[in-house]
């Protein structure tokens, strides 16, 4: 478990593995821990709340934050707002702490591509009060950790110089990790997009056949549950954004201002997940695009192959006809007994052959498709 205090006025940063049992004259305070942890110390962190919001959570709310299947959704109180929000695994098991180093839950495993081994979430649960932010994070979980390290590097001297400052409230904190979330998916979403080229490239080979159609439904069926990942992320963090909208108007313009940067900021990590939503279903469509066009290549060099043979019979049409013709058993057939009936009838037959390959080729029946 780790502990923050945060003064965004002087800009400092203090942290600690104790519970608080008092808030601090300016600023709130951020307790994040991990979902064992949580579950584990439910009881010291309930009273720790009591002591310093007044309030605790509520036990629906306590097995949401729990629950490690649960989508992304949002929920509130008259006390404190909830958004458990599904982050991208970075692949650390949970470990049950009564029982050192085995696992708390079994990992899903996923076949194809290493790209699609990524499309992985686990939950990550945010209890927002007006003075006190609890996260509650996967064991090991890599946005804790960038965030917790970006904490301490803007009370820098050089930060505060780039005007780097601290978050002004527990909700503005949650919209930041939300948005360094959401980062991991536009990362991820680079990664299957050069997955899908290369695939595309493949499929439009000529001369070759494409063997790897499990990744190419693995894919599609991993993309498909990324789109509905992402969709429950935007209507969580829509909820939010309607919440927001019905807090009660500030009482001094200072409030006011920090209200209007929070709008600001939620609208944007809505913008961010909408642009994943956008890339993602246009990955879906690239992939289906890419199986319609190979089918539809195989289809050109089919037709290429049956003009060919059409070709070629119309060819030698004419000239079975009139083998057929002299090949009959009549004793008195027109030249049959003409000393220069043979090379007659094989004049005959290359001129019919000629004039068939010339028509052919003015009407661009021979010609190949193009690639």
């Known amino acids: 478990m780790r502990v ?26 951020w307790i994040a821990c991990a979902r064992r942890e949580f579950e584990v110390m439910l009881a010291p962190i309930q009273a720790a709340l009591q002591q310093l919001c007044g309030t605790q959570l509520v036990d629906l709310h306590i097995s949401d934050l729990l629950n490690n299947q649960l989508p992304s959704h949002y929920d509130y109180t008259a006390q404190y707002d909830t958004l458990v929000f599904r982050r991208l695994a970075a692949g650390q098991l949970e470990t049950d702490l009564a029982h050192p180093g085995e696992p708390l839950h079994q990992p899903t495993k996923r076949s194809g591509p290493p790209v699609l081994k990524r499309i992985d979430t686990s939950p990550v649960g945010f209890a927002v009060f007006d003075r006190v932010l609890l996260t509650v994070h996967p064991a090991g979980c890599t946005v804790r950790e960038a965030y917790a390290l970006k904490l301490h590097n803007a009370t820098s001297t050089e930060s505060r110089a780039n005007g ?3 978050p002004p409230n527990p909700a503005d904190l949650m919209l930041r990790i939300v948005n360094l979330m959401v980062d991991g998916y536009l990362a991820l979403r680079r990664e299957l997009t050069r997955q ?3 695939w595309q490239s493949e499929l439009l080979k000529p001369g070759t056949r494409f063997t790897n159609w499990s990744s190419v439904l693995d894919a599609r069926l991993g993309l498909h549950l990324l789109d509905e ?5 935007r209507a969580a963090l829509q909820d939010w954004i309607d919440s927001v909208e019905t807090w009660p108007d ?3 313009p200072a409030t006011q201002r920090e209200r209007d940067l929070l709008k600001v900021r939620s609208r944007d990590v809505l913008e961010h997940i909408e642009r994943v939503v956008h890339h993602v279903r246009r990955l879906e469509q690239s992939a289906e695009t890419a199986v319609q066009m190979h089918f539809s290549a195989q289809s050109n060099r089919t037709n290429d192959i049956m003009r060919t043979l059409t070709a070629l019979t119309a060819v030698f049409l004419p000239l079975n006809l009139i083998t ?9 057939l027109p030249v049959i007994h003409s000393q220069a009936g043979f090379w007659w009838t094989l004049s005959l037959m290359v001129l019919l052959v000629v004039v068939v390959v010339a028509v052919f080729w003015r ?3 021979l010609a190949r498709t193009s690639r």
């Open 4 to 29: 923050f205090t945060l003064i965004p006025g002087s800009e400092g940063v203090t942290e600690t593995d104790a519970l608080p049992t008092e808030l601090p004259p300016q600023g709130f305070i």
């Open 229 to 233: 990942i992402c969709e429950d992320q």
């Open 164 to 166: 780097v400052k601290l």
């Open 363 to 365: 009407k661009q029946y």
């Open 196 to 198: 899908m080229d290369h």
């Open 324 to 332: 057929g013709f002299f090949g009959m058993n009549f004793e008195f």
């Open 250 to 252: 500030a009482d001094t």
